[in-house]
């Protein structure tokens, strides 16, 4: 099993490295051997290697230089979405998949054209809230935050309905981009620490890509308590709104 | 006329606001609903000094006003700390005369980063220090980059920078400008060669962002540092601590003051040394400097020592949501080589504003507790599971941690025959829940 953590001293916004710690974890206690590369900018890679890809958030500057070098992978990572592999892209690290990202100032800077949607930043305004997201993949909805500057348009295929939080854009109820075993949304730092539940299906579905091997949830103890709390924190602050 | 009654009801309300226990912000918001400009009719003494920068404000400013009111100098300054224009406002206000003119020699303002830029359209400093830029409560301000861009917007061309040398995103404030005062420190004996925390935010050139290297590390991405592509490098300081020994408590200035430090934290030396920069060119003579500052404990109480039972402890007032902050407390409790428990309390993330966000504790250095002089850590509050989650990264013996939700129950189990001295890091969201059950020295 190779597991890639990509751009990981650029995109590491607030807490990231935590998924991949959540990502190993679960591998060791279900006895799985995997090998890690934390690679970034000027690097060589053969993405088709890896069963596992996860790029975390970052400030806007560091997104661009991410893109600047991420822009030349367009065709394997068109080819490792189609293959069904899997990679979870977190905070605005997604937002690299569209046509274009245009900036503060107008510029506007080419993406991977993996997706046709547009990315639109200003400096006015950050937006930042509190999350809580629904999804058809799973029955508990997920918990995080979102610290954006950005609205994105065209995305016909996101991730989650938003109950609580900032959706796509500012007129959308939807949230993130899933397209076979790409999962992509604008919640920051540890999502896959705080959200057991889905840590268990991104597991389920590496067991299902690679050797079917059996996940172990046993250890996740303190995790199933915090997101309880956090869960029933942020339902509390919903509802008295 | 207007101008006159702004400044009486400005007064008024704040006289009033005091006796009912109402906070320093109102009456300069009502001030400046009344009469918006008010500020540009005022009368400003010569020195405007404003002080910013993600962690150190208030006890920077509260040493400079210690340090200059010794020597004789009027100072005003917001020492309730409401360091946006309101709070700035009322201060102004409440320092002039009802014809406008501020009674003071000196102006200092603590400013909030992101605000910087309104509170400084009309009042524009003579001197403005900045003092570092962190990642610091992300739910509210972004990263330091968003929070750079904002306090960039407030910088006035007129103004004298007085800039942390050892801070690399910070040192970019003075590109293009040719009188800025740089502080820092000379290679300490705390430094380390590689960088050893979580987290490095000095990965990349701030200006270039081509890879950075650094020849010595003070802590977190404070340090030495050079940008080969793009020349970006630490600056020449004219206000340096030459070294600092932390265990005995004692900094040297400059080469030649011997300073005694109450605090033994390596950022409160720079909040030391920033404040002994602004009182020197202030024009107040530097061995007066030297003796006013020397010992000086900070009457802002981020530290209170307090009895238990038979136990003694020492809290650490940490923020919440700022790794740096929180790694300093924790350098603290491990210097102790008298051995000592910890207690890590995370119960409301903030005070001001809602979130149960806890992505900034996998910012936190806490396998630097890892470590033979700390006997027993607890974790407390209603973060205590992200915070037991958090531990189970480390290497930290499991039998040393224990984990308990109620904080009267914690400090139930703290009260015993335990000869260790206790640590208790919190924020000031949650400090007094921890100091009302215990006896404050």
New interface residues.
């Given amino acids: 099993m190779k597991i890639l953590h990509l751009y990981y001293?650029?995109m590491?916004?607030?807490?990231e490295?935590?998924n991949i710690?959540a990502i190993t974890?679960i591998l060791e206690k279900s006895n799985q051997e995997y090998e890690l590369d934390k690679l970034t900018i000027n690097d060589n890679i053969d993405f088709s290697a890896y069963d596992f890809i996860y790029i975390g958030s970052g400030?806007?500057?560091?997104q661009k230089?991410a893109l600047n070098d991420f822009y030349k992978y367009s065709e394997e990572i068109k080819n490792y979405i189609s293959s069904n592999k899997l990679i979870l892209m977190t905070g605005n690290s997604f937002e690299m998949l569209g046509k274009a990202i245009t900036d503060c100032n107008n510029k506007m800077y080419m993406g991977l054209g993996v997706f046709d949607f547009v990315t639109i930043e200003q400096?006015k305004k950050?937006y930042?809230s509190?999350a809580i997201f629904t999804t058809e993949i799973q029955e508990n909805p997920l918990?995080?935050?979102i610290?954006k500057?950005s609205e994105i348009n065209g995305i016909e295929l996101p991730l989650f309905d938003v109950k609580m939080g900032i959706g796509n854009n500012n007129n959308d109820n939807k949230e993130g981009l899933h397209l076979a075993n790409l999962f992509a949304t604008h919640l920051?730092?540890?999502i896959l620490?705080?959200n057991p539940y889905f840590l268990e299906f991104i597991a389920k579905r590496l067991s299902e890509n690679t050797n079917n091997f059996e996940v172990c949830t046993d250890y996740l103890k303190?995790?199933y308590?915090?997101y309880e709390?956090?869960l029933r924190?942020?339902n509390n602050?919903f509802e008295n709104k | 006329m207007k101008k006159f009654f702004t400044i009486l009801l400005c007064k008024a309300l704040r006289f009033f606001g005091k006796l009912i226990g109402k906070g320093s912000s109102m009456p300069g918001k009502i001030a400046l609903k009344f009469c918006p400009d008010i500020l540009k009719k005022i009368q400003l003494p010569k020195y405007i000094i404003a002080v910013t920068g993600s962690n150190g404000k208030t006890s920077t400013v509260e040493m400079i006003a210690h340090i200059l009111q010794k020597n004789g100098k009027k100072v005003a300054w917001n020492k309730e700390g409401s360091n946006q224009i309101e709070g700035v406002t009322t201060l102004i206000l409440n320092s002039c005369t009802l014809t406008g003119k501020v009674k003071y020699d000196i102006l200092l303002i603590e400013s909030d980063e992101r605000f910087a830029k309104y509170t400084f359209k009309y009042i524009i400093p003579t001197h403005f220090v900045i003092t570092n830029l962190y990642r610091d409560q992300l739910t509210r301000n972004g990263h330091s980059e968003w929070v750079y861009d904002a306090i960039k917007e407030s910088i006035h061309d007129e103004t004298q920078l007085i800039l942390n040398a050892d801070d690399p995103l910070v040192s970019t404030f003075g590109y293009g400008k040719d009188n800025v005062i740089w502080f820092g420190a000379d290679k300490l004996s705390t430094d380390t060669e590689e960088f050893d925390g979580v987290y490095n935010d000095g990965v990349y050139c701030p200006n270039c962002k081509s890879p950075m290297t650094y020849s010595t590390y003070h802590y977190n991405h404070i340090g030495h540092y050079e940008c080969k592509n793009c020349g970006h490098k630490r600056n020449n300081t004219a206000f340096t601590i030459n070294s600092a020994d932390l265990q005995k408590g004692e900094i040297v200035i400059n080469e030649k003051y011997n300073i005694s430090i109450a605090l033994k934290s390596l950022y409160n030396i720079y909040n030391i040394l920033s404040s002994f920069t602004v009182a020197s060119i202030v024009g107040i003579n530097e061995n007066d400097i030297a003796d006013s500052i020397n010992n000086y404990i900070l009457k802002n109480g981020r530290v209170v020592t307090f009895t238990l039972g038979k136990r003694q402890g020492t809290l650490l007032t940490s923020k919440h949501e700022n790794s740096i902050s929180y790694n300093q407390s924790i350098k603290l409790a491990s210097d102790d080589k008298d051995g000592c428990d910890v207690v890590i309390i995370v119960d409301a993330v903030s005070r001001k504003y809602f979130t149960s966000d806890v992505s900034w504790l996998w910012d936190i250095d806490f396998h630097k507790l890892n470590n033979q002089s700390i006997k027993k850590i607890m974790l407390v509050g209603t973060y205590c599971n992200d915070l037991a989650v958090r531990f189970s990264y480390t290497d930290i013996d499991n039998s040393k941690i224990e984990i308990i939700q109620d904080i009267e129950k914690a400090v139930d189990m703290l009260n015993n025959d335990r000869k260790e001295k206790i640590y208790v890091i919190t924020c000031f969201s949650d400090k007094e829940k921890f100091l009302s059950k215990v006896k404050v020295n």
Wanted: with cysteine; hydrophobic share 25%.
């Fill in positions: 001293d650029l590491n916004l607030y807490g490295y935590g710690s974890r400030t806007e500057r560091n230089i400096n950050r930042t509190d918990v995080g935050f610290n500057c920051t730092g540890p620490i705080k303190y995790e308590l915090a709390i956090t924190e942020l602050r």
